[in-house]
């Protein structure tokens, strides 16, 4: 990772800063001020460890007040360039119960299916977990086999 680049390694902060193409002086004053807060368990640039859910993907042999947040002190230090991306989206195909594609006037396009990342999100915008586009593209993807095949939809009791 190194020799392709993707990883930036310095011995010091100040050499880190130069092998990624940073501010040297913005990286020290960043870094002074995530560990001062770290110090007290809190990140409150971006609120590492400020739910349960993210206390439990923290690191359960940490000693200190937040298992998400430790002051980052000894070299050799390591980084790697983050650049905006999804994996997912929450924006998709409108669709009905059958997984049909809805047009503008909410009505079915015969034909047209749409499950996972291509239809609209069943959470609503929200996103609660990991893997959470996995189990509705399975069953929209099973729904939309059984009605493009002509298998009449269960029936409920609600029904």
């Known amino acids: 990772m190194l020799r392709s680049g993707y990883l930036k390694r310095g011995h010091t902060l100040e050499a880190l800063a130069h092998a990624c193409g940073i501010d040297p002086l913005g990286l020290l004053q960043t870094l002074a001020d995530y560990n001062r807060h770290a110090q007290q368990g809190a990140d409150p640039a971006f609120g590492r460890g400020s739910t349960a859910f993210n206390r439990r993907s923290g690191d359960a042999s940490h ?4 298992p998400c947040v ?3 002190e000894r070299g050799p230090f390591y980084a790697v360039k983050v650049e905006p991306g999804s994996f997912a989206t929450f924006a998709g195909l409108k669709t ?4 049909q594609v809805l047009d503008v006037q909410n009505q079915p396009i015969p034909g047209l299916y749409a499950a996972g990342s291509d239809m609209a999100s069943v959470m609503g915008g929200h996103y609660p977990s990991g893997g959470i586009n ?3 593209a399975m069953t929209f993807g099973y729904v939309a086999a059984r009605h493009a095949a002509g ?4 029936e409920t009791e609600l029904d």
Do not use: D, M, T
Request: cysteine-free; hydrophobic content about 40%; glycine content about 16%.
């Open 63 to 66: 000693k200190g007040r937040n």
């Open 134 to 136: 996995l189990g509705p």
């Open 96 to 99: 009905n119960g059958q997984a």
């Open 70 to 72: 430790a002051p980052i």
């Open 151 to 154: 298998v009449v939809a269960y």
